[in-house]
């Protein structure tokens, strides 16, 4: 129950192009969803997120879809540029029981490469 | 101000060998995770540290792994007598508490580990 599917594993688009990426949950007590972006070498850096209680959210580019009652929620990435070739992780969470800091899920990744 | 710090960035070590990895939190982070990413894979919650609690060590995979943080900082993670499988990228994370109940946590660069 603790799963978080993550689908493509990977995935090639132009430059120009529009980079969906999507993952589905089963643990109704998340109630946080993050992606994360990696880059080579580097650690994770968290791009964007969003709770259950708004059904979009939008930061420059990048916009963050969620179905709550199918328990799903994708990434799509508009105007895909080559310096968003990286590896995406959607992540979940819900509070850990001793306090406001939170255990992450994550899905098992995406590889996008966008081809100039 | 700096990030999170990991050392070593790579370690070799023979099958059976005991191996430490370092993490430096962000200063002021509370809360201090251990991940593990195996190739191709998503990353696996391994430990949590919330300041001076016990920490929650559910995701641990055996008994060969260990994990202390001194002083509420610095944190090192020990495997024992080393296996090939555990051979993968251990990342630390670090976040603060914030109000609202959602943490971002900012992660290191990794320690790889390679198990001969």
């Known amino acids: 129950q603790q799963q978080v599917k993550q689908s493509p594993q990977s995935l090639i688009v132009q430059k120009g192009g529009i980079s969906i990426i999507n993952c589905a949950y089963e643990?109704?007590?998340?109630?946080?969803f993050p992606w994360y972006q990696q880059f080579p070498g580097k650690g994770p850096a968290l791009l964007i997120a969003?709770?259950?209680?708004?059904s979009e959210k939008k930061e420059g580019r990048f916009t963050i879809s969620f179905n709550k009652s199918a328990k799903q929620f994708s990434l799509h990435i508009m105007d895909s540029q080559p310096g968003d070739s990286a590896t995406y992780f959607c992540?979940?969470?819900?509070?850990?029981?001793?306090?406001?800091?939170?255990?992450?899920?994550f899905g098992s990744g995406t590889q996008l490469t966008v081809l100039p | 101000g700096a990030g999170v710090s990991q050392s070593p960035s790579n370690k070799v070590t023979e099958k059976g060998k005991d191996v430490e990895l370092r993490c430096d939190p962000i200063?002021?982070?509370?809360?201090l995770y251990w991940y593990r990413q195996s190739l191709g894979q998503g990353l696996e919650f391994l430990i949590y540290?919330?300041?001076?609690?016990?920490?929650?060590k559910s995701g641990l995979p055996s008994d060969r792994f260990s994990a202390e943080r001194t002083g509420g900082s610095v944190s090192t993670l020990t495997i024992q007598r080393t296996q090939q499988e555990d051979s993968a990228v251990y990342l630390c994370?670090?976040?603060?508490?914030?109000?609202?109940?959602?943490?971002?946590?900012?992660f290191g660069p990794g320690t790889r580990l390679t198990v001969l």
């Open positions: 994370a670090s976040s603060s508490k914030r109000g609202g109940g959602t943490d971002t946590q900012y």
């Open positions: 643990n109704t007590a998340f109630d946080y």
């Open positions: 969003i709770r259950p209680d708004v």
């Open positions: 992540a979940a969470s819900s509070s850990i029981s001793s306090g406001s800091a939170r255990q992450l899920t």
């Open positions: 200063s002021g982070h509370t809360a």
């Open positions: 540290f919330q300041g001076n609690s016990a920490p929650d």
